[in-house]
């Protein structure tokens, strides 16, 4: 009884053959030439590779180190019976693929322009898979060409893949990688970096964010590109003046007035294209600017708006208090008169001069 095997070209194979009933006889290896390679523990082929590895009446296993695809074929085992008994074991040599290379890219393409790259790799057995990645995302590929290499043995893989750049693949990684199923957990990948030309993106940022008259003031036009802009112009809308103010991304304000109000425009530039911007530019009275320290003013006016209030209030109520309390006083100064004789005793009355509690009194007994 044997088996077929599967072997990783440079690894080792071991061949096994085992009878119920050797009557007697010796167990013996034959290579796909029908060269014996031993007969019981006798070595008959002097290739060191071939070892054995064990010796039974019932068994005989021997390995071969460092297979290579030469190795190939259909073993024989036999045991000298009557009649002649055999078992076949089929040896398959898996070729390795090589490292895969990428070629067909030219550096540095220009955005809207396409990528044309082409993946080989040769030396697998059987033929190898190629896969291919833009950026960790899978991208599709053209069908696989497949042609045998001159030994006839093994088989070289072609892959094709082709697409359109734009500004996000600058500096994206293009990967071939290589399924082969001699790789087992590992792989073979290669990559290629792509660099991609694109026309700048403008955008003007204002120093400081909030223009005021008699300030100064930098409009930065800051302009993104591949490669990064060469060439800066300003324009101020509805003006045919050129802007002496302007130094490359930088248009500078000494000293601002009214006058300066208006819509600018800057032009960023490079190999690629030119991109515009533009910043509406409004001065704003200093005088009537508010004070960072507004809001502080809005609490403390409001604090003293209720205060004043409050002030009001209690006047009010004090006001009324002492108007109640005179019409009192009146009151009882008129009682002083209700019961004199003359002006004189009234007003004496009033005063309090003449007591009127203890007047008259009367006790009984």
């Not at 190629?130 to 053209?142: I, N, Q, T, V």
């Not at 996000?168 to 990684?173: P, S």
């Given at each position: 009884m044997t088996s077929d095997e599967v072997v990783v070209a440079g690894s080792k194979v071991v061949l096994r053959c085992e009878v119920e009933d050797p009557d007697n006889s010796s167990l013996q290896w034959s290579n796909p030439a029908q060269q014996t390679l031993y007969f019981g523990e006798k070595r008959a082929l002097r290739d060191l590779r071939i070892q054995l590895e064990k010796s039974t009446p019932n068994e005989l296993t021997i390995s071969i180190d460092n297979a290579t695809l030469t190795d190939e074929g259909e073993y024989t085992c036999s045991i000298f019976t009557m009649p002649v008994r055999t078992a076949k074991a089929i040896v398959t040599v898996l070729g390795i693929p090589q490292k895969p290379q990428?070629?067909?890219?030219?550096?540095?393409?220009?955005?809207?322009?396409?990528?044309?790259?082409?993946?080989?790799?040769?030396?697998?057995?059987?033929?190898?898979?190629?896969?291919?990645?833009?950026?960790?995302?899978?991208?599709?590929?053209?069908?696989?060409?497949?042609?045998?290499?001159?030994?006839?043995?093994?088989?070289?893989?072609?892959?094709?893949?082709?697409?359109?750049?734009?500004?996000?693949?600058?500096?994206?990684?293009?990967?071939?990688?290589?399924?082969h199923e001699s790789l087992q957990n590992s792989d073979k990948s290669a990559s290629q970096k792509i660099s991609v030309f694109y026309k700048p993106t403008a955008k003007i940022e204002p120093k400081p964010d909030q223009p005021q008259e008699g300030a100064s003031l930098e409009l930065h036009c800051d302009g993104d590109g591949n490669p990064l802009p060469q060439e800066y112009k300003w324009e101020k809308e509805g003006a045919e003046t050129a802007l002496s103010e302007a130094q490359d991304s930088i248009l500078f304000f000494p000293n601002l007035n009214k006058s300066d109000s208006g819509t600018y425009i800057c032009y960023a530039s490079n190999i690629i294209g030119v991109s515009v911007a533009r910043y509406n530019l409004a001065v704003n009275d200093a005088s009537r600017v508010p004070h960072s320290t507004d809001p502080y003013h809005a609490i403390i006016g409001g604090v003293v708006a209720v205060i004043v209030f409050l002030l009001l209030i209690l006047l009010i109520i004090l006001g009324h208090y002492l108007i109640r309390h005179k019409g009192t006083y009146l009151t009882h100064e008129a009682k002083g008169s209700d019961d004199a004789p003359d002006a004189d005793t009234a007003i004496i009355n009033a005063e309090g001069g003449q007591p009127s509690g203890d007047d008259k009194k009367e006790y009984f007994i």
């Open positions: 990428i070629s067909g890219y030219t550096d540095p393409l220009k955005e809207g322009e396409v990528a044309q790259l082409t993946c080989v790799s040769s030396g697998s057995k059987p033929a190898a898979e190629l896969r291919w990645h833009k950026g960790g995302s899978p991208l599709p590929g053209e069908p696989l060409e497949v042609a045998e290499d001159s030994n006839g043995k093994t088989f070289t893989v072609r892959s094709r893949v082709e697409f359109t750049v734009d500004k996000e693949d600058n500096g994206v990684e293009v990967t071939c990688t290589v399924d």
